[in-house]
């Protein structure tokens, strides 16, 4: 068993393949944009909280990879039903057989449409039915509430006359899209630190640790950590400025969690 600063070591040198890893389980998650982001700091926190408990228990019994892998998996499927609550199949897709309960869990727990959901079936060789027989099918299994909740924001653009609706919706896809922008930009300015530094951003930014949970999390003195952190924001600040974003929008993104 690893003490903490072997698992913290293990957690640094693996954090590439540990992002890559998630990213992969977001896929198979169906999770995008967001939601994956979202998914991935919440099992790394996962996985350094508790003085990286789950990482001291790897015994080198396997290469860190494989382990790293295991352990991601099960947090995801530990965040699955966080989210979306625990999941079964209707007694109605269990009798119908493996297709339909497929199809079931493809829709309702994992939120594809019926088209997505029959094109997925058939490349990934969970069956060969016909989009009108899969329908069929789906007309076969009782009604499910979503898994996932419905954003307010969608209702009330939803409720709005027709006319109105196209300029917000409009709007609001160019706001996304800023966002968007600026996010990539906020990862990769923090991409470019080292390591430690990486850890530090996302677990004051992503994860809204304080500096006092940062530090105990980290195993660092607390009050030297302050200076630390002036100086890794401010070097995030001018990367960010330098690469074409406002100061505005840089302190948007950033003075609110700065030390």
Do not use: C
Not at 240 to 253: D, I, N
């Amino acid at each position: 068993m690893l003490d903490r600063h072997q698992a913290e070591r293990l957690f640094l040198e693996n954090l590439r393949w540990i992002e890559r890893v998630l990213a992969m389980l977001a896929r198979r998650q169906g999770l995008s944009g967001d939601d994956a982001d979202d998914f991935a700091s919440w099992a790394k926190l996962r996985l350094i909280e508790d003085d990286y408990s789950a990482l001291r228990r790897f015994r080198g019994e396997s290469a860190p990879a494989t382990y790293l892998t295991v352990v991601l998996s099960m947090l995801a499927r530990d965040y699955r039903v966080r989210e979306r609550g625990r999941w079964r199949p209707s007694a109605a897709a269990r009798r119908l057989g493996p297709t339909a309960v497929r199809l079931e869990t493809l829709v309702h727990r994992d939120g594809f449409t019926l088209t997505q959901a029959a094109q997925l079936m058939r490349t990934t060789g969970h069956g060969e039915l016909a989009d009108r027989e899969l329908a069929e099918l789906w007309r076969q299994l009782p009604a499910r509430p979503p898994l996932r909740p419905v954003a307010a924001a969608e209702e009330v653009v939803a409720a709005l006359p027709a006319d109105e609706q196209a300029d917000v919706r409009v709007l609001a896809q160019e706001s996304e899209q800023r966002r968007n922008e600026a996010e990539q930009a906020v990862a990769r300015a923090v991409a470019s630190l080292p390591d430690e530094d990486q850890v530090i951003v996302r677990m004051r930014v992503w994860h809204e640790m304080t500096v006092a949970d940062v530090a105990r999390g980290l195993n660092l003195p607390q009050k030297p950590l302050y200076r630390r952190m002036d100086r890794i924001f401010s070097q995030l600040r001018r990367t960010l400025e330098a690469g074409g974003l406002s100061r505005e929008r840089v302190r948007g993104l950033l003075e609110d969690r700065a030390p």
